[in-house]
């Protein structure tokens, strides 16, 4: 698998990869979300490809004290065969070059299957209250 950074010519697969893979919620556009990460030098989204076929997806990201990991996506034909592992290093290795030691992430309660994958490639579970308010409720 090539892993290189996001090119606005793939945003169509990549909306794609995330309806698939079941990253939206109603609340959450694909393509404001990813006009919004393209905003910011902080920011960077990695796609995985085999040839020209898009499989996977990651968006790394910082507020200059934590990284975080956003979007991991691998199309289910393509699980199981390290390619989710390869994506979450490739972000890993983006933060550690701009300075970060820790990086984050965030779970709905209902992905399981995204827990269980995170917990295999080293990532444990913090104890910690998360906070947040809507910024569009008037």
């Not at 919620?25 to 960077?44: F, G, M, W």
């Not at 990201?61 to 699980?79: F, I, K, S």
């Not at 390290?82 to 701009?98: D, I, K, M, N, P």
């Amino acid at each position: 698998m090539k892993i290189v950074a996001f090119q606005d010519s793939a945003l169509p697969a990549v909306v794609e990869l995330w309806n698939i893979c079941k990253l939206d919620v109603p609340y959450n556009d694909p393509v404001q979300d990813i006009a919004l990460l393209r905003k910011s030098a902080n920011t960077e989204i990695f796609l995985g490809y085999l040839g020209e076929l898009l499989i996977g997806s990651i968006v790394a990201t910082h507020d200059g004290h934590r990284g975080w990991l956003y979007r991991l996506a691998v199309a289910p034909e393509h699980r199981g065969l390290g390619r989710g592992r390869a994506l979450v290093r490739h972000a890993e290795t983006w933060l550690r070059e701009h300075g970060l030691r820790k990086v984050q992430l965030m779970i709905r309660p209902e992905h399981g299957e995204a827990r269980d994958f995170y917990l295999q490639v080293g990532y444990a579970v913090q104890d910690r209250l998360l906070m947040a308010r809507w910024l569009d409720d008037g």
